[in-house]
């Protein structure tokens, strides 16, 4: 049973544009929600996260949003550039005392210069 | 500052034979755990420790142990390889005890057992 889902496999942007990454979960016990990025042949690494307290968390050219009524969270880069170009996964977490991470599957971003 | 440092990057393993994925870090933190990456699945979580002397599993615990004696340290045990068991490893690490705190991860270590 995915709890965390990532639907769309793949994502092309141009240059400059907006990308949205979207992710839905089914546990509403999840407290916390992060993004990671990962390059080919690396460890995941850090983007934002936000707060089940929260409807929003910005940092830079990064954006959370999150609806906890619908389940759904994405993540917007604005403006869109050729470094973003990777795989980047939602995750969730249950909040204090159940810091496990949930990962989604993925979404291959690709920036088209 | 190394953060997670995880060893070897690359292993071949015939089936049946057991090995040790090592993972430290050196940021002090209490929680640590190990991931599997599999192509459509994401990253799935193996075993899991909050601190040294405690561990318990993950989502996918068969076929693998795990031991922390040590804050640092929080190594992998395969006991008996199997073709099942090809992926890409992860160790990560994060403060822990405060919830939903940026996990820290290794560069993996991408295993094939034949």
């Known amino acids: 049973d995915q709890q965390v889902k990532q639907n769309s496999p793949s994502l092309s942007v141009q240059e400059g544009r907006i990308s949205i990454l979207n992710c839905d979960y089914t546990n509403s016990m999840f407290d916390y929600f992060l993004w990671y990025k990962k390059y080919p042949a690396e460890g995941p690494t850090f983007l934002i996260s936000?707060?089940?307290?929260?409807d929003k968390n910005e940092d830079g050219r990064f954006t959370v949003f999150l609806n906890k009524s619908a389940k759904h969270l994405s993540l917007h880069i604005v403006p869109s550039q050729p470094g973003d170009s990777a795989v980047y996964f939602c995750?969730?977490?249950?909040?204090?005392?159940?810091?496990?991470?949930?990962f989604g599957t993925g979404t291959r971003l690709t920036i088209i210069p | 500052n190394a953060g997670v440092t995880q060893t070897p990057k690359f292993q071949v393993l015939k089936t049946g034979q057991s090995m040790t994925l090592q993972c430290a870090q050196d940021?002090?933190?209490?929680?640590m755990s190990w991931y599997r990456q599999d192509p459509g699945m994401g990253l799935r979580l193996i075993h899991y420790s909050v601190g040294a002397g405690i561990t318990d599993q993950g989502e996918v615990p068969n076929g693998y142990n795990v031991s922390r004696s040590t804050t640092e340290d929080f190594p992998l045990r395969l006991l008996s390889a199997a073709p099942s068991q090809t992926s890409v490893y992860f160790c990560?690490?994060?403060?822990?005890?405060?919830?939903?705190?940026?996990?820290?991860f290794g560069q993996g270590t991408r295993l094939t057992v034949v």
């Open positions: 936000i707060s089940s307290i929260k």
């Open positions: 995750a969730a977490s249950g909040g204090f005392g159940n810091e496990k991470l949930t």
């Open positions: 990560a690490s994060s403060y822990g005890g405060t919830g939903g705190t940026e996990a820290f």
């Open positions: 940021m002090n933190h209490e929680y």
